[in-house]
């Protein structure tokens, strides 16, 4: 079965510091992998996607993430941390063998709080 | 612009009473999906439909109906029977098929008065 786990419920960064916030996924076969954001009382946006091209993927705003198959790792990451990161992260994994046609496997959520 | 509207933003239910939450679609997918988020919970699958005139249950079906008679429109009823049915629901829709990126409307928060 698919899963996912954030390894973080919470991350604190100040402005112009890096963003790291983790997760680990669990999957039968190779998985397509997508980071999603929530800001407050909104729908989730689609930061970026993985689906076994190139391992390291860019989103928007200046967001990527690193599929690391030896560490069942898809961490993201950000040079640089801006006011309006400050949202809910979801790391998702969908498809492989037993999963349902389709079907999301959502993470907790990592809450990322930017100081100025 | 194509998207996902969600109504009504905000919605309140008395004891008893059973709620109807709009989701349509102008995207031309065939799959919909429907979430409950709570906090700290992440999102839990409550039904999805892949095309017309069908939809499974997900994860936490119990208290919730649907149906699905045009491609653009997936309501979701919230019946008597959900006990604790305050959380913000959300509606997505996808491209047919494993692996596709699902697009999320903004969400109805259900209070109970």
């Known amino acids: 079965a698919q899963s996912v786990t954030q390894l973080d419920s919470h991350v604190s960064v100040s402005e112009g510091t890096p963003v790291l916030l983790r997760c680990n996924y669990s999957?039968?076969?190779?998985?397509?992998l997508f980071w999603y954001v929530q800001h407050p009382n909104k729908g989730l946006q689609l930061l970026l996607k993985?689906?076994?091209?190139?391992?390291l993927v860019k989103g928007i705003n200046g967001f990527e993430a690193e599929f690391k198959k030896s560490e069942t790792s898809f961490h993201l990451t950000k040079p640089s941390a801006h006011m309006s990161d400050a949202a809910e992260y979801f790391c998702?994994?969908?498809?492989?063998?037993?999963?349902?046609?389709?079907?999301?496997?959502f993470g907790r959520g990592t809450q990322l709080t930017v100081w100025p | 612009d194509g998207g996902i509207t969600q109504s009504p933003k905000y919605l309140f239910r008395k004891e008893g009473q059973n709620v109807t939450l709009s989701c349509e679609q102008n995207?031309?997918?065939?799959?919909m999906y429907w979430y409950r988020q709570d906090p700290g919970q992440g999102l839990r699958l409550i039904y999805y439909?892949?095309?017309?005139?069908?939809?499974q249950k997900g994860d936490i079906a119990e208290g919730y109906s649907v149906s699905r008679e045009k491609k653009e429109s997936f309501p979701l009823t919230v019946t008597s029977a959900q006990k604790n049915p305050t959380a913000f629901y959300l509606c997505?829709?996808?491209?047919?098929?494993?692996?596709?990126?699902?697009?999320f409307g903004d969400g109805t928060r259900l209070s109970i008065l």
């Open positions: 999957s039968s076969y190779s998985p397509s």
């Open positions: 995207l031309n997918h065939d799959a």
């Open positions: 993985y689906t076994s091209a190139a391992t």
């Open positions: 998702v994994v969908s498809g492989g063998r037993g999963s349902t046609l389709g079907r999301l496997y």
């Open positions: 997505a829709s996808s491209i047919r098929g494993d692996n596709q990126p699902q697009h």
């Open positions: 439909s892949q095309i017309v005139n069908d939809f």
